[in-house]
């Protein structure tokens, strides 16, 4: 058993607005094994993204996009978009805590890849 960081296993993480008072958390994968290992870890979870985030569970919906190969959780904002106390008006840089939540694999599983870095994507 191997013990790899999400953000070293997923394709991509990333977060966006969904609106002005929801945030969106997605995580992608490009191999069916690894997705499923995390899925099945519940490695993004309610409660797990509810101790990153400071969240109460009730106000948290996590989907898990098996023909999608995603997992995708969504939240109310602490702020508004755009409002005087916001930091981060896209919700772009919200993503940070997940990368390294643990995932397990298995030996027979394909090694993690690492995120490209910015200067390798075109």
Known sequence: MTIARLGDVAKLIRSKNAGPFWLTLDVMFDDPVVYRAVRDQQVVSVDVVSRLYRQPTERLKVFAHDSALAIKVSMPRPTSSGSPLD????????????????????EDMPPAKPLPRSEEIE
């Open 87 to 106: 930091s981060d008006v896209f919700g772009g840089q919200q993503y940070a805590p997940l990368l390294d939540l643990e995932v397990h694999l298995q």
